[in-house]
């Protein structure tokens, strides 16, 4: 049985078949329905683009179709990698690291090595999911595809606040949105790491030797430690001014960000089911991990007064 599939009844054991499951209360109109029931099936079948194509069409926030809107997540989510299925059977590891819980998590393929040399841009493809670097126990996401990557998880997140503002959203949603803004954490430091690290950028946009993305962007313990070691970059570029970001209209960073809507995932499911779970267990050690908080509550204050840029640096820094 396919992985989707042991995820969604693993889910559905903790949650129950609610109203919002997206296999449930497809739309009365025919072709509606028809277009919600071949998503459901590219979704089980890991057709992801082909979810997206379907869906993204059709939805609008003017008259949200709950299942349409958890359809499209769910793609988007399975396009950034994210595999819930990888997530629970890597928390049920007692020796797994807590960082790299998210990095475990994702369910992406290694980019094929560039046979054109003087091409600046290797040929990783977002779109498939073909963007790893592997260097030995380093995993890296190719610096040229991360944009696109960080966009499918921004547009996950964007379809559930939607949900929240409708009123609309679920224990799962609450769920999902604490799994893709970890994924997104760990993917926006790791970005901002390899921006750091990249030379090229000193020089102007325009410029032959202005190259983004030209640094792999590190997304597990053993990656920073690479490059932390390595000759062929200056670890020494990384500091504080690399995780500097403007607030939004709530007066957060987009760490900060993340990191609360994990804390929200975290305490949906203590309402939601009384028993211990390691989906819940696994999102609290990786948040503990990031926040240096190993004991104590944990608060959306907690969380602001941490994760400022000199918060995030100390702690990679020290890796």
Known sequence: MK??????ILLLTLFGCSNGSVFEGLSDDSSMEATIEQ???????RNYEEVINSLAGIYTTTALDPEVARLLVSGYMGKAGIDVANFIFYSADEEADNFDSIEAT????????DEDEDDDEPACN??????LIIDGDGVFIEGYCIEEMIEYLNNAKDIIFDLQNAGLETTEDILNLGLTSAVHYVIIVGSATADALNTTLRYPEGDSRYKPG???VPINKEAYRLYKSSDDYEWSRVDTDAFDED???DGLTRYQEDLINVKDAIHAIDQAISQPNEIRDELEEFLREVLSTPTGEISDDTIIETVTSTGIFEYIDNI
Not at 39 to 45: F, T, V
Not at 107 to 112: C, G, K, N, R, T
Not at 126 to 131: G, K, M, N, Q
């Open 3 to 8: 992985k989707i599939m042991i995820a969604s």
């Open 126 to 131: 977002a779109s498939d999911r073909t963007v």
């Open 39 to 45: 998503a459901a099936i590219d979704l089980d079948d």
């Open 106 to 113: 994702l369910s992406l393929s290694i980019a094929p090595e």
């Open 214 to 216: 030209s640094v792999p």
């Open 247 to 249: 607030i939004d209209g």
